[in-house]
């Protein structure tokens, strides 16, 4: 089995550890006897959609943002038609706004990709910590570091998962993220995967089914990620910021 991850704009997007994200995939993968290629591409670069099995988009700053959606605009119908046959999409921070259909900024709307029909919209007050959600698209906890501007409504999408301490997709919501299809969208980075292997498997296990349909991962050591896990699982569990008792 091949799988082929696709790295957009690393030379702009990739505040956040995004690379540790990368890397995290392609361990897992290979040591499961998959074979796996990363192909980093550049502002002026074509993409290759058909050759792709996972998209990864990072965090960067205003400018870059900017410069990312203008280019995201051009190839707008190429990544709908992507993201529409069940491509793989991991979004994270401002990749998250960049996926939707605009990123409002100081009365600006600045248009996006628009994969899906969510916006986000600039604030001054930054939303920072860290955060452990209760997802049920995983089965799992998730915890991560947020720390952002940008507020970004999902209207009827499901998130990725409760905030059961953090602040999530807006200071008032109750949840972070999205999940639609094989699209992934969070704030929460880190970088998000080493410390949250269940969601690594979950994206790893989405373009395995894609491609080859249904496949079975085998199991891998996973003690010190479980452990890295735990550890901000356990320190935030019994603690408030936000906190809502409804399932998502």
């Known amino acids: 089995m091949e799988i082929t991850i696709a790295h957009l704009y690393p030379e702009l997007l990739n505040l956040y550890g995004?690379?540790?994200?990368?890397?995290?995939l392609k361990w897992r993968m290979e040591q499961r006897g998959i074979n796996v290629t990363v192909k980093e591409y550049a502002l002026e670069d074509e993409i290759?959609?058909?050759?792709?099995?996972?998209?990864?988009?990072?965090?960067?700053?205003?400018?870059a943002v900017r410069m990312a959606a203008n280019r995201l605009c051009e190839i707008k119908?190429?990544?709908e038609a992507y993201a529409d046959n069940d491509g793989v999409?991991?979004?994270v921070c401002e990749g998250f706004h960049l996926i939707g259909t605009y990123y409002k900024l100081n009365g600006e709307k600045i248009?996006?990709?628009?994969?899906?029909?969510?916006f986000a919209e600039y604030t001054p007050d930054r939303l920072i910590g860290d955060v452990l959600l209760?997802?049920?698209?995983?089965?799992?906890?998730v915890v991560g570091f947020e720390n952002?501007?940008?507020?970004?409504?999902?209207?009827?999408?499901?998130?990725?998962?409760?905030?059961?301490?953090g602040y999530g997709n807006t200071d008032s919501a109750q949840y972070e993220g999205v999940v639609h299809q094989n699209i992934v969208g969070t704030h929460l980075h880190g970088p998000l995967l080493p410390k949250n292997p269940k969601l690594a498997d979950y994206i790893i296990s989405r373009a395995l089914k894609k491609k080859?349909?249904?496949?079975?991962?085998?199991e891998i050591d996973d003690t010190l990620e479980l452990q890295a896990h735990k550890y901000m699982a356990d320190r935030y569990k019994n603690c408030v910021r936000k906190k809502n008792d409804d399932d998502i």
């Open 134 to 141: 209760q997802s049920s698209a995983i089965g799992s906890t």
């Open 212 to 218: 080859y349909g249904s496949v079975t991962l085998s």
């Open 148 to 165: 952002h501007c940008g507020r970004v409504e999902i209207g009827c999408y499901k998130p990725l998962g409760k905030v059961l301490y």
């Open 111 to 118: 248009k996006c990709a628009g994969i899906i029909d969510i």
């Open 48 to 63: 290759d959609f058909d050759g792709t099995d996972i998209l990864f988009i990072g965090g960067g700053s205003e400018k």
């Open 18 to 24: 995004d690379k540790g994200n990368i890397a995290t």
């Open 89 to 91: 999409v991991l979004a």
């Open 77 to 79: 119908k190429k990544f």
